[in-house]
């Protein structure tokens, strides 16, 4: 008993300094094992849970990895259970829409970096490839983020008249488009330069903008404006 009381006072006095240093230095003085133990000695106060957070950075490889890992394979690491899983998946949840909060707040939206900033956490933990379209007013400022198709894209996935008929309703002057590969790899498939082909195409006849496409993956992003690829389209597209 005496072993365990002592075992419970090291592990507080432990927290209680991680605590005292976040307060006064932020989170940029911890590191990626310091974030997981605090979350997970949420939900279980009374375990020393630095072996636990430990280990997770082991089989997962990077704290982002952990946060978007599925609860069914975060609970298969010695020492993770129903209770501390909860703080890891809710602080997620947080950051991810803290971060649709940010962007749908913004004055103007001008650029792919801020785009992918949001969207590599809406979209990085997707098992599947999914398409979203962010729908901007005249002055770029966000009206409204959709989602459009889940699955394998292709050509035919995503179509046109969909998109544009949501761009209606929410009377847009232009669009972003965005989805995930899945693969890590962002780099665009010929189905994804056929999509941007048509989009731009559609968009042009019914005088809603194409401003970008946007490919997000755990190597980074590829932004179709950014690249140049996208006003090479639309050259194409004008010769048509």
């Known amino acids: 008993m005496e072993k365990t009381a002592v075992f419970r006072r090291e592990v507080s006095g432990h927290r209680e300094r991680l605590r005292r240093r976040f307060l006064e230095y932020g989170l940029s003085a911890f590191t990626d094992e310091d974030i997981l133990e605090?979350?997970?000695?949420?939900?279980?106060?009374?375990?020393d849970t630095r072996g636990t957070a430990r280990e997770l950075l082991r089989q997962?490889?990077?704290?982002?990895?952990?946060?978007?890992?599925?609860?069914?394979?975060?609970?298969?690491?010695?020492g993770v259970g129903p209770r501390n899983v909860l703080p890891?998946?809710?602080?997620?949840?947080?950051?991810?829409?803290?971060?649709r909060r940010r962007l749908e707040t913004r004055p103007r939206l001008t650029r792919a970096r801020e785009v992918y900033e949001y969207l590599a956490h809406e979209l990085a933990d997707r098992p599947q490839e999914v398409v979203l379209a962010l729908f901007l007013d005249a002055r770029s400022r966000v009206?409204?983020?959709e989602e459009l198709?889940?699955?394998?894209?292709?050509?035919?996935?995503v179509y046109p008249r969909e998109v544009f008929r949501l761009?209606?309703?929410?009377?847009?002057?232009?669009?972003?488009?965005?989805?995930?590969?899945?693969?890590?790899?962002?780099?665009?498939?010929?189905?994804?330069?056929?999509?941007?082909?048509?989009?731009?195409?559609?968009?042009?006849?019914?005088?809603?903008?194409?401003?970008?496409?946007?490919?997000?993956?755990?190597?980074?992003?590829?932004?179709?404006?950014?690249?140049?690829?996208?006003?090479?389209?639309?050259?194409?597209?004008?010769?048509?």
Request: hydrophobic residues 50%; glycine residues 6%.
């Open 60 to 78: 997962f490889g990077s704290l982002p990895e952990v946060l978007e890992a599925p609860v069914e394979e975060l609970t298969r690491v010695a």
């Open 149 to 157: 198709f889940r699955g394998t894209l292709t050509e035919a996935a």
């Open 143 to 145: 009206l409204a983020l």
């Open 167 to 240: 761009a209606f309703a929410h009377r847009a002057a232009a669009l972003i488009l965005a989805h995930n590969h899945p693969s890590g790899d962002p780099s665009p498939s010929s189905a994804d330069i056929a999509l941007t082909r048509r989009l731009l195409l559609a968009g042009r006849l019914l005088e809603t903008r194409l401003l970008d496409h946007l490919i997000l993956a755990r190597e980074g992003y590829f932004s179709f404006a950014e690249k140049g690829l996208l006003a090479r389209l639309e050259e194409e597209v004008a010769r048509l």
């Open 38 to 47: 605090m979350l997970l000695a949420f939900g279980t106060p009374r375990r």
């Open 88 to 99: 890891l998946k809710f602080v997620h949840e947080v950051a991810r829409r803290y971060l």
